[in-house]
């Protein structure tokens, strides 16, 4: 409906305009009763972090912020009003430091950037604390400490770092989850009392060399693979000893298995993984068996008698 009349605050009109400086209360005060006019505030650094938000509501009546010698000039903000509130900020006159609290990990580096930043309280997962970590490596001096949310899970971090400074700003239980691990130092990673969960990345013969280290490690080992696409060369015994490993190693791998009794050979001839099977056994035992050796094809290595003689090679068409 239409408004038929106004009604006005003499006050409003006829209240002389103060221009300052004076108190952030004071200040937002007078803003609220007067309408016009430009203020300039003087007040403690807690008092003008304290009201950031509606000072810089209020920012176009403002001219200038100071903040009264003899105390802190650092303030304490979040990562939000950090951004959100930089027009006011920037007609902050003293010399100042900001102090950011609950900042996500993916806002650190932006954060420390400023200069006017000196100290980043991060507040995140696990997840996101993993993912950020080259970040929070790269702005660990200013990082005050690392908090997670949620319920923890396991950092995920790269090997190359497990030995970083960031580690050492989170306050709370934490535990990790390391990848690019090689067979070299898996033993010293499994024995870091934070270490839950390891990645092994490694050449298809160091992993074969150390299968049975790798077993070893149990629940700890997540996953396995190997740079190159060499056959891995393993025993029939770790074969069946060691199916814990060979279970996690990425999908693209061939066994070359030596060491094979006939009866092994029953059971490797069903493995699609495996590519060659070098047979060891008696001769009586190959000779019972020509038909399975026969159905090996060319998968079929060599076969050592192992009651005497030499290796020998037997093709397909035996």
Partial sequence: ????????????????????????????????????????????????????????????????????????????????????????????????????????????????????VSSIAVVDSSRNIGLQFAALQGAVAKISGIKQTGTPSAIAIDYSVLSSSVLGKITDSYSLSVGNVTTANMSDVAANLKVTALSIVDTSQNIADNLDALQALGVKLVATQSTDKAALSVTADQVKTDALVLGKIYSGYSLAVHGATLTDVALLAHNNKVKTIDVADTAANVVKNLDALRKLGSNLGTITLSDGGSPIALSASI
């Fill in 1 to 116: 409906m239409p408004v038929s009349s106004v009604s006005l605050n003499p006050s409003l009109l006829t209240q002389p305009v103060s221009t300052g400086p004076m108190g952030v209360t004071a200040a937002l005060n007078a803003i609220a009763t007067q309408r016009s006019g430009v203020i300039s505030i003087q007040d403690t650094a807690d008092n003008i972090a304290k009201n950031i938000d509606a000072l810089q509501v209020a920012r176009t009546r403002i001219s200038a912020i100071g903040i009264t010698s003899g105390g802190s000039t650092t303030l304490a903000l979040t990562t939000r009003q950090m951004k959100g509130d930089a027009v006011i900020l920037a007609k902050i006159s003293s010399d100042y430091s900001v102090n950011i609290s609950a900042a996500s990990a993916a806002d650190v580096s932006g954060l420390s950037a400023n200069a006017k």
